[in-house]
């Protein structure tokens, strides 16, 4: 095991939500060796600086540019071609360079280029070979069934489409698990065959930073809400339930930010009392809602796990308010009526960022985790997840979506395993709803 300031650390390939930017900054502060290749354009930066893109990705973001811009067959599988050279030299370089890779969403660089697609998993296969430690953190919607993901709201129609992409997540789970330590969200591991790490014990990382240093209340009570996929995060009808009860003489004022800049998210978050994330969570707490409680501003969130999340993840364990969806206007009046509560709230989830999610003890632990030393209730059996509802799709759209797929394609078109818990009671689900028609 090398010396912490000895360690070299991949961090890869794309960006979610400012989580491995953050990484990266916690690991040079620490004084290791750590290198974010980015290969999406990604316009979050965490300190709002211009992130500094590695010398070596230079050709493959030309090419790539000049891929997207071809307008014919043949040129574009031109720049494809060049551009998987480009790979290629890129992970040739990395391979010899790191110790550690930290991946995340799913996929390595070779899924960037159609020819390399096609062999994914030898990128994995080969920094196996070389002993590479690996770790793969899959974020939910790269991992949780389709028929039960916010994929049901483009493709609820589009049967052929689901079954494919059902098919695809599931051997990619698979395909993964074969090569490295994989984190997951309890809820949405559908499709795991081996024992995982639990998402909510490593944590969200976050900065500082993102800490707003004066907040500006108003006489009116604000609640903000910041949806990105306005069906996923049920926007409609977290509208429509505020409406309900500011008809019923609640005084506030409602904020919705969509696409904007995170300095002017931040700006807004400093000026509100409440956050509403979304209506269909399986998570305690996301991205959003960790911003929000590293400010000290109570969050909701909303979601059919939140009758059995505290059976699957350890504690301790994000102190949102985490409701059922039919509870959520009670929860809001409550917060509304309360503003004692809304501080204690806030304050806890302050502590709770402060004590487990810094960036600094999110990147420790996961050189903790290429080592293989974590406690032993961060484990997770993949038969042990029992909770069929998804994340970001209400309960008559996964009902949909399993009923045409068992009519079309069979009953291993879900994807999982007849002895488990999970192909048991989506059975029963589906034998239910046929019997109704």
């Known amino acids: 095991m090398k010396k912490r300031n000895k360690r070299r650390v991949f961090l890869g390939v794309q960006e979610i939500a400012g989580i491995m930017e953050r990484l990266n900054n916690a690991y040079h502060e620490a004084g290791i060796q750590s290198e974010f290749y980015c290969m999406d354009d990604y316009a979050f930066s965490p300190d709002e600086l211009e992130r500094k893109e590695h010398s070596i990705l230079k050709k493959y973001k030309i090419h790539t540019n000049k891929r997207i811009q071809a307008q014919k067959e043949y040129e574009r599988n031109w720049w494809y071609f060049l551009q998987m050279w480009d790979i290629l030299y890129i992970f040739i370089y990395v391979l010899f360079k790191y110790d550690d890779f930290i991946y995340i969403f799913g996929h390595g660089m070779f899924f960037y280029n159609k020819y390399l697609s096609r062999i994914e998993e030898m990128e994995f296969f080969i920094l196996k070979i070389f002993h590479k430690r690996m770790v793969m953190w899959l974020c939910g919607s790269d991992s949780r ?227 293989g030393v974590y406690p032993r209730e961060w484990i997770m059996h993949p038969n042990e997840n029992n909770y069929i509802w998804g994340g970001g799709v209400d309960k008559p759209l996964v009902i949909e979506g399993i009923v045409k797929l068992i009519d079309n394609y069979g009953r291993d078109s879900l994807g999982l395993d007849r002895n488990s818990v999970l192909y048991k009671k989506y059975i029963q689900l589906y034998n239910e709803a046929k019997s109704c028609v």
Do not use: W
């Open 145 to 371: 069934a389709p028929y039960c993901d916010v994929f049901m709201h483009t493709y609820s129609n589009k049967i052929g489409k689901l079954y494919k992409e059902t098919q695809r997540r599931s051997k990619k789970v698979k395909m993964l698990e074969k090569y490295m330590t994989v984190i997951d969200m309890p809820a949405s591991s559908h499709f795991h065959t081996k024992s995982y790490l639990i998402y909510n014990c490593v944590g969200i990382p976050v900065d500082e930073k993102e800490k707003v240093i004066n907040r500006k209340l108003h006489n009116k009570i604000t609640i903000l809400h910041a949806p990105s996929n306005q069906k996923g995060k049920g926007t409609k009808i977290i509208k429509d339930i505020l409406r309900q009860i500011k008809e019923e003489g609640y005084d506030f004022e409602y904020v919705e930010v969509s696409g904007l800049p995170h300095n002017i998210v931040l700006e807004k978050m400093a000026m509100c009392d409440i956050v509403i994330d979304q209506l269909y969570s399986d998570t305690p707490m996301a991205g959003f809602a960790s911003e929000a409680a590293i400010n000290g501003v109570p969050v909701i969130v909303s979601g059919y796990y939140a009758e059995v999340y505290k059976d699957s993840i350890p504690q301790p364990i994000a102190p949102t308010i985490f409701c059922k969806p039919d509870e959520l206007k009670e929860k809001i009046i409550f917060l509304l009526e309360h503003e004692e509560e809304r501080i204690r709230i806030g304050r806890c989830e302050k502590e709770y960022i402060e004590n487990y999610c810094l960036s600094s003890i999110v990147a420790n632990r996961l050189l903790n985790i290429l080592d």
